[in-house]
């Protein structure tokens, strides 16, 4: 029901036995836990807070070295005096904006996924997916032989796939399956209160 790069059996087999116990629609149990995982995935996955990367680009004036490093690479002239600040100030600025940029693949899996998340009463979300980027993505599960669904995280730092941080990918990792394994208990609680009601009948 769920594709992933790591271990979800017993994430799927927890899905199958709710569509067992409720008779709900298999894709309409797939696309809320895809939904909530990705959901919760923006929260357990690690990012850089803004103060640590102004604090880090203040110590030693590394933002002007690095403003200089790139002109030099560039083959161009360096800056001074107010041109320098300036272009350390943006050079700053940039790097704050991108601070969470490691969860946009998540937020824009969520977006994609929405629409086909049932709210209570049946009645479908307006799922306004907005602006969303190529750092992830989702494909919602639908009826069929096999109910598929998935979403995705690929978040690329640099120009090319080589060049991407292992502690960035190791975070998006970590982070999506501490949001499965929340998911996984959530689903197991709901579980147990099913067999627990299903008991009470009988006393």
């Known amino acids: 029901m769920i594709k992933a790069k790591f271990d979800l059996r017993e994430f799927d087999r927890a899905c199958k036995q709710i569509v067992k116990e409720t008779g709900k629609i298999p894709a309409d149990v797939t696309n809320k836990a895809l939904f909530e995982v990705g959901k919760i995935a923006t929260t357990t996955t690690k990012f850089t807070p803004k103060e640590q990367i102004l604090s880090e680009l203040n110590r030693d004036n590394l933002a002007a070295k690095l403003v200089q490093a790139k002109l030099k690479r560039e083959g161009k002239k360096g800056l001074f005096g107010d ?17 969470k940029v ?3 693949g998540f937020k824009t899996a969520i977006k994609v996924i929405a629409p086909f998340v049932k709210k209570k009463g049946g009645a ?4 306004k997916v907005g602006k969303t980027n190529n ?15 998935a979403i995705w995280n690929s978040y690329v730092g640099g120009k090319s796939p080589n060049s991407v941080p ?8 970590e982070g999506v399956v501490k949001a499965a394994r929340i998911k996984l208990a959530d689903l197991n609680d709901y579980l147990l209160q ?6 009470n009948k009988f006393h």
Do not use: D, M
Request: aromatic share 2%; net charge positive; charged share 25%.
């Open 194 to 199: 099913l067999a627990q009601k299903a008991a």
């Open 124 to 127: 479908v979300p307006a799922g």
């Open 102 to 104: 490691v969860l946009g």
């Open 135 to 149: 750092l992830g993505g989702g494909q919602p599960a639908r009826e069929g032989n096999k109910t598929v669904g």
């Open 83 to 99: 041109a320098l600040t300036a272009a350390a100030e943006k050079l700053k600025r940039l790097r704050q904006r991108g601070s």
């Open 166 to 173: 292992e502690r960035v990918t190791n975070e998006e990792y």
